[in-house]
């Protein structure tokens, strides 16, 4: 079984860096590296090795920018990257998608994963279990191997 993140608005605040929208529209990447986490990383991070110990497979399925061409997209990518290995350096995702805007995430669902978004549509067409991007850290302690 796969826990999934997305990134923007469930553990990254990318919303909450000024002028967001207009620095994506003039394709600047800038603010998937500002935004600052949404939840204790460090916490976080303990957590998720300790799942991960227990068998669970840790992945990240986020999109591009909705209106991005190819090389921004990229530049996109790169930055989100580097923004999960400095806010997250001691996790070692076993899988991280990086997706044009709009993609189904469900996509990637083995038929029983776990789905942490922000965006009720994401959550609603998983077939897994999603929950939204409130109490992660509680949601994921009350998991069957860490009770």
């Given at each position: 079984m796969t826990i999934w993140f997305d990134m923007d608005g469930t553990i990254a605040d990318l919303y909450g860096v000024e002028n967001w929208l207009p620095m994506l529209r003039a394709s600047d990447p800038a603010p998937y590296m500002l935004a600052k986490p949404?939840?204790?990383l460090s916490a976080l991070a303990r957590v998720l090795n300790r799942l991960q110990d227990e068998g669970y497979r840790l992945?990240?399925?986020s999109w591009t920018s909705k209106t991005g061409?190819?090389?921004?997209?990229?530049?996109?990518t790169a930055t989100?990257?580097?923004?999960?290995?400095?806010?997250?350096?001691?996790v070692i995702f076993d899988e991280i998608?990086?997706?044009?805007?709009?993609?189904?995430k469900n996509l990637f669902n083995d038929g029983n994963d776990i789905l942490f978004d922000d965006e009720?549509?994401?959550?609603e067409n998983w077939t897994g279990t999603a929950y939204d991007a409130d109490n992660i850290l509680e949601t994921?302690?009350?998991?069957p191997a860490l009770r």
């Open positions: 949404l939840v204790r992945g990240v399925i061409t190819p090389a921004y997209n990229a530049e996109v989100k990257y580097a923004w999960l290995k400095r806010h997250l350096p001691s998608n990086i997706v044009p805007y709009g993609v189904n009720k549509p994401n959550r994921l302690k009350s998991l």
